[in-house]
Each structure stands twice: as structure tokens, then as C-alpha cells.
């Protein structure tokens, strides 16, 4: 088995979570601000406190590269955390899942320069994934991830600490005695910061049983295709497959008459017959990926051999779409 590249368990997927220094004790959020957000592309839905920032951007790694969207949100005591990143290499041995999921949370951890608690394996869906807990000195962080496929989730959260919490009450509660407040500071020495902890637990709870994958999303003139073939074997001795039938994709309507145009990734496995076995998206606007995924199922490869045997490769095809 091949190993998994350090670089896809460190610094790829980072969450940089809002500091709580100036966070104030304030009252549980009201149930009516939980809201349930979804996301078509993403394939998923959540409840959260408030509509969350959008924001998405391409990792280079050495496995090639990663597209990551990030769904974030800071409200009330806490810091949310939706993400998904599409890897451009499937993980297909269970061996291989499992370094992947074990090692995932190094990089999170050491981003959060905190502790790690816990570590859980948890699955959803018949997906597997893992669940951590690692405390700062003034924040707990609690994140789940789940391999799906080539798709990579995140959901995280991060609260303050009860320390933190006890600390920040004590000292509001001495300001207000030197201040003569003595009503305002008996209100403030009567807050039970566990208590204020154990609330957040039970939110946070709900936070992560509101995760759900949801159904494959429909994605959607002039297109040109290109192929780059890449070899499976790392010493070279596997020669690119040759394209014996080329496909070019139509252009999505609704894409055209809205002037969506550009270039569409497609990770392809090809059997030892050459026949494309699986295709995946895997950058590229949404509404041309699923006229490019069809499009790249109908390609025909001359077989790759190693060793004059023919065995399965992976490829990226890569199609332009163009409105001229």
C-alpha cells in the first residue's frame, strides 16, 4: 500500500477559530433564531444560529489539487464550522481510510496550539469518520469529520471554556465591587459558569445530530476538451492510456443563458479495458460539472499496462467551456 502523503494531514484544512478573549457571558440564543441552512453543492444540511459566510479556495497539494468550501459563522458563545474539500485521489483501502481519519485532527489540533481530549471513531451514514475534543486555555473545540468518497467533511465548533468562563465572570464581578455596583456584582457572582458549560454542551450536541448528507445535487455553445492522463505507478514504468474516442460535452442551457463559462476538472478511474469506470468533478463552476462528468463517461481509453500487463489508472480529463 501506498502511504498517504503527510501533507494531507497537516495544514490543508485548517479552521481558524474566532478568538474569545472579548467574549462576554450572555443568555443562551432563542430556539427561533436556529435556523436549518443547506447547501446544494455541498450536499448537505445543517441547523445553525444564523446564516454563516461562505467562502471557498483551491489547496495545491502533492496529490494534486484540493477544492475546499468553508461555511462559517460566529454568534453568541460559539464559533461554527461547516466545510467540504474534494481530494483529487480516491482512498479506496480501507488501510489507507483508516491512517487518513486517525491522523486527520494533527493539523487542527496543532493550528489550535490546544490539547487533544479525545478521540472517537463515529460514522454517518455508513461513512466513516472520527470526532475530537481539544481544549486551549480558553476555548474547547469539538470537531467531526467524515470521508464520503472523495469528499471530505468538517463540522466544528468552538466555545469558551468553563475556566475561562469563571474567570471572565470573577473578573467583571470585581470590576462592578470597585465600581460600587454592588447589585449588578452580586448578579454576576451568582452565574454559574459550569452550568453556563453544560448548556453549551447540550447545543452543541444539537449542532452536530443537525449534520445530515442530503442527495446528489443537480449541476449543470462551445466546448473543447483537453486530456491529461496520469500515470497510477510512482517509479514511471506505467505508460499514459491513449484516447481511441473523445466526447465533448453539451453546454447546459441554463449555464449559457446565464454567461457561465470556463474550465471543468474530471477525475476519471479507467478500467484495464479502458473504459471510464468512475468520473468525479472535481473543480470547475457548478452548473457545467455534470454536463462534463457525462461527457467523461463516454470516453474510451487505449489500455495502460505496467509491465506489459493492463491494469486500472486514474486521469484528469479537463474541459473548457467557452460562450464564443
Same mark, same amino acid.
Given at each position: ?206 449542532? =452536530?445530530?443537525?449534520? !445530515? *448528507?442530503? $442527495?446528489? %445535487? &443537480? ?81 474510451? =481509453?487505449?489500455?495502460? !499496462? *505496467?509491465? $506489459?500487463? %493492463? &491494469? ?13
Amino acid at each position: 500500500m501506498k502511504r498517504i502523503p503527510q501533507s494531507l494531514f497537516l495544514a490543508l484544512f485548517v479552521f481558524a477559530v474566532s478568538s474569545f478573549a472579548q467574549t462576554k457571558p450572555r443568555p443562551p440564543l432563542p430556539e427561533e433564531l436556529w435556523k436549518e441552512f443547506s447547501s446544494a453543492a455541498g450536499r448537505f444540511k445543517v441547523t445553525l444560529p444564523g446564516k454563516p459566510t461562505e467562502a471557498a479556495n483551491t489547496i495545491k497539494s502533492r496529490v494534486g489539487k484540493i477544492e475546499r468550501h468553508t461555511f462559517t459563522l460566529g454568534v453568541g458563545f460559539a464559533a461554527y464550522l461547516v466545510s467540504y474539500s474534494d481530494f483529487p485521489v480516491s482512498l479506496t483501502e480501507p488501510s489507507q481510510v483508516k491512517e487518513f481519519l486517525d491522523h486527520m485532527h494533527e493539523g487542527e489540533v496543532a493550528s489550535s496550539q490546544g490539547n487533544l481530549l479525545s478521540m472517537t471513531e463515529i460514522e454517518l451514514d455508513g461513512y466513516p469518520g472520527r470526532e475530537f475534543i481539544a481544549e486551549t486555555p480558553n476555548s474547547t473545540y469539538r470537531m467531526r469529520y467524515y470521508l464520503v468518497g472523495r469528499r471530505f467533511y468538517q463540522i466544528a465548533i468552538s466555545t469558551p471554556s468553563a475556566g475561562f468562563l469563571a474567570a471572565d465572570i470573577q473578573r467583571h464581578a470585581n470590576d462592578l465591587e470597585k465600581q460600587n455596583d454592588k447589585d449588578l456584582a452580586k448578579i454576576f457572582w451568582e452565574i454559574d459558569p459550569a452550568g453556563i458549560a453544560r448548556s453549551m454542551d447540550l447545543f452543541v450536541s444539537d449542532f =452536530f445530530a443537525s449534520f !445530515k *448528507l442530503t $442527495g446528489k %445535487p &443537480v449541476m449543470g455553445g462551445k466546448s473543447t476538451p483537453e486530456t491529461k492522463v496520469i500515470a497510477a505507478d510512482d517509479n514511471g514504468r506505467v505508460d499514459p492510456g491513449i484516447a481511441l474516442k473523445k466526447v465533448a460535452p453539451a453546454y447546459p442551457p441554463e449555464a449559457k443563458e446565464a454567461g457561465v463559462s470556463g474550465q471543468v476538472e474530471v477525475q476519471v478511474t479507467i478500467s484495464e479495458k479502458g473504459r471510464v469506470i468512475e468520473a468525479i468533478a472535481i473543480s470547475g463552476p457548478e452548473l457545467l460539472r455534470e454536463a462534463a462528468v457525462q461527457a467523461a463517461k463516454k470516453w474510451v =481509453f487505449k489500455p495502460t !499496462k *505496467l509491465d $506489459g500487463a %493492463p &491494469v486500472k489508472v486514474q486521469g484528469i480529463l479537463t474541459f473548457n467551456f467557452t460562450t464564443q
